[in-house]
């Protein structure tokens, strides 16, 4: 089995999310179950110059975008145990920022052209499934069935898409059709590309696509109605039989406590002990009072309202007004950065606002706070609450998405469970959950129990790569 990995991003290389995260860790787990997994992203000019300098070039040719002839060279670099492969346009592609810029659709028209061109050049690999990942790459299932349907090379090849996050569609104005993706005027259609008077590559994917999935079974459910469906929901219903949700796991190889350079004393769950003095470290470093009782409650996020802001931002000065302490680290909208930062000036002991993005104390964060907050709007996957459970961090969390799935409430009578949970969006119920979590502080052996019932949670991608392989199967049949 030969599985083409299409996306935007992959770490090391390029990262702005957890599409990044899964990218990489993926592939690498299908190719140790016996699957030929390769990815294909564009080559930024903000790749580390140490990948770049190291990359083969294996071909160039050009790659029509409506009437447009772009160069594009292809290279090649094995990383990990991955071959990975790059699209190398610098028209496109030679800027600060990998997205947000106004010929987006444009320039991810020209990526999944390029994608599928460039599979004449890859050698002896032939993918069977070509896998693609999120809006930039949704254009890919329909230019397949059009354009390469006659061709040998092409006409057996499957496709999978997988939405991580409904929200980010790529929308663009109609002309984009026939102007740079070279199609006939017939896809302009509601069953079709058609999304209001624009076009979707979100919904080309989904349309085209020969099996959907996203990133866990709830969010698989939720998008089919409106409130999480982003007005896609009664397309998505009605692709219910070939969509499915396979859950995310995190590289154990990269998230453990016990391996993890960027944390000051590492630990495991045979030496949880090590782990409050990472805590202590960490009180020391943001200027909080040094001591072991006070709890830590850890906030590693995009500053946005999907994320559940809201709901802590109106619960914040009564949760300032109990002993604990909360690290906060992300950025986004301002309005969120102001609000954190004047509070974190107002209680210099109990809040630190981090307005940054800075994975080195991302990692001491998770591995220094008893606690981590997560009560998010909605959540596709999640990826937070995963790293939290391993490093021995209890995650607060809404039930929504893949919170749901992978956080099993604590139940008090029988001592089970990985952390703690509310249902409904409502301030109220965050502030009552966390009081819960802050009782159970407080009792020492229930609590190390709890912590040892995180630690010992699996989300590694053994699982949800054994899933992925038997929908590649099913397909070929």
């Known amino acids: 089995m030969k599985v083409l990995f299409v996306a935007s991003e992959a770490y090391p290389f390029i990262k702005t999310g957890g599409l990044g995260d899964v990218v990489y860790a993926l592939p690498k787990a299908l190719r140790k179950i016996g699957i030929d997994a390769r990815v294909i992203i564009p080559k930024y000019s903000n790749i580390p110059l140490s990948f770049r300098s190291c990359m083969e070039n294996i071909a160039y040719f050009n790659v029509e975008v409506g009437w447009r002839s772009k160069y594009c060279g292809l290279e090649h670099l094995m990383y990990d145990g991955v071959p990975y492969y790059f699209v190398d346009n610098e028209y496109y592609f030679k800027r600060p920022n990998i997205y947000g810029d106004y010929d987006d659709g444009e320039r991810f028209a020209y990526f999944s052209k390029a994608v599928l061109e460039a599979i004449r050049y890859m050698g002896d690999f032939k993918p069977d499934i070509i896998h693609c990942n999120d809006w930039q790459c949704g254009p890919v299932p329909i230019l397949l069935k059009d354009k390469y349907s006659e061709d040998d090379l092409y006409n057996k090849i499957k496709s999978v898409f997988t939405i991580h996050n409904l929200q980010y569609q790529g929308i663009f104005p109609k002309e984009v059709l026939s102007d740079l993706l070279n199609l006939d005027w017939k ?179 998770y591995a220094a706070s008893d606690m981590f907050l997560m009560p998010s709007l909605f959540e596709p996957c999640g990826i937070g609450q995963l790293i939290a459970l391993k490093y021995g961090s209890i995650p607060i969390t809404r039930e929504t998405g893949g919170l749901k799935d992978t956080i099993i409430p604590y139940n008090k009578y029988t001592g089970k469970g990985n952390g703690f949970s509310f249902n409904n969006y409502s301030g109220k119920e965050l502030l009552e959950t966390i009081n819960r979590a802050l009782d159970l502080y407080k009792d020492k052996n229930s609590w190390n129990k709890l912590v040892q019932n995180a630690m010992s949670s699996n989300n590694s991608w053994e699982n949800s790569a054994k899933n992925y392989m038997k929908l590649y199967s099913d397909l070929k049949k």
């Open 187 to 365: 896809y302009f259609n509601e069953n079709e590309m058609k999304f209001y008077d624009a076009v979707s590559f979100m919904k080309g994917g989904i349309v085209f696509a020969d099996a959907v999935t996203t990133v866990s079974k709830t969010y698989a459910k939720e998008i089919q109605t409106p409130f999480y469906g982003e007005r896609l929901d009664g397309l998505l219903s009605s692709r219910s039989s070939n969509l499915y949700g396979i859950v995310n796991g995190i590289d154990y190889e990269i998230y453990s406590p016990k391996v993890d350079k960027k944390i000051l004393y590492n630990y495991d769950i045979k030496n949880i002990k090590q782990k409050v003095k990472n805590k202590l470290k960490l009180q020391a470093k943001l200027g909080f009072p040094v001591t072991e009782g006070i709890p830590m409650i850890g906030i590693v996020t995009r500053l946005v309202k999907q994320k559940g802001l809201d709901l802590i931002v109106e619960k914040l000065q009564e949760l300032l007004s109990l002993p604990i302490q909360i690290v906060l680290l992300g950025n986004g909208d301002e309005y969120y950065e102001d609000i954190f930062q004047y509070y974190a000036s107002i209680y210099p002991s109990r809040i630190s606002t981090n307005i940054i993005f800075d994975e080195a104390l991302a990692q001491q964060i």
